[in-house]
């Protein structure tokens, strides 16, 4: 597709069960973010992959979350022994146009834990 | 710590007039910044960016002024229409290497009467 797509674009969970969130970035871009949007709130810097280079993992906010891009593309975003507090909408933005900074955005995974 | 803010939380403007939608920034080494107009349960949607060499840039409807003076970015939308209706978000990053991770303000949310 044209765009970045992210699945599940819902997701209901219980407490303590584990979730993975998948994002397609745009065909070519290299550069691939994860962030995360609470209820009410701006967007919360979680993970940035470029290339073959070591992620960027300063915005992960507990060991629990993890995020992997396999061949340079797919990124799955993994959360862990989820909590009630780790409801939101995860979003994901790939880059990596002619102007390598304008990051795009996929329509966001829905995380609600019960 | 250092962080992208807004000053109105709501905007409300009759259709077809300009609009003027605020942002303070506080980061004296941010030299890339970016609108994204969010529509309810959507992702955001890139509208225009600006790096820190410029003042002014115009896209289509849309111009975004950079005063680094004062820190101080503004989006002003001409002949603002009812499908402009949305939340608004600013953001800043500092390129560092080719990690241009986006620190985003809480957003204001711009209504449209028709």
């Known amino acids: 597709g044209a765009g970045v797509s992210q699945s599940p674009s819902n997701k209901v969970t219980e407490k303590g069960k584990d979730v993975e969130l998948r994002c397609d970035p745009i065909s070519g871009h290299t550069a691939l973010y994860w962030y995360r949007q609470s209820l009410g709130q701006g967007l919360e810097f979680l993970i940035y992959f470029q290339g073959n280079s070591a992620p960027d993992k300063s915005g992960l906010p507990s060991d629990r979350f993890s995020a992997e891009r396999t061949g340079g593309s797919v990124s799955t975003l993994t959360i862990q022994r989820t909590q009630q507090e780790d409801s939101a909408v995860y979003l994901c933005a790939s880059s990596g146009g002619r102007r390598r900074e304008t990051q795009y955005f996929g329509p966001g995974t829905r995380l609600l834990v019960l | 710590g250092e962080s992208v803010g807004l000053h109105l939380p709501t905007l409300s403007v009759q259709e077809g007039d300009n609009s003027i939608i605020n942002c303070a920034y506080s980061?004296?080494?941010?030299?890339?910044f970016i609108w994204y107009k969010q529509e309810s349960g959507k992702g955001p949607q890139f509208i225009i960016d600006i790096r820190s060499n410029m003042d002014k840039r115009q896209g289509q409807r849309v111009t975004v002024l950079l005063n680094k003076t004062v820190k101080h970015l503004s989006l002003q939308i001409a002949a603002t229409q009812p499908g402009d209706s949305a939340v608004y978000f600013c953001a800043e990053s500092t390129s560092g290497g080719s990690n241009y991770k986006l620190t985003f303000g809480k957003g204001t949310l711009l209504t449209v009467n028709p």
């Open positions: 980061n004296s080494a941010s030299d890339y």
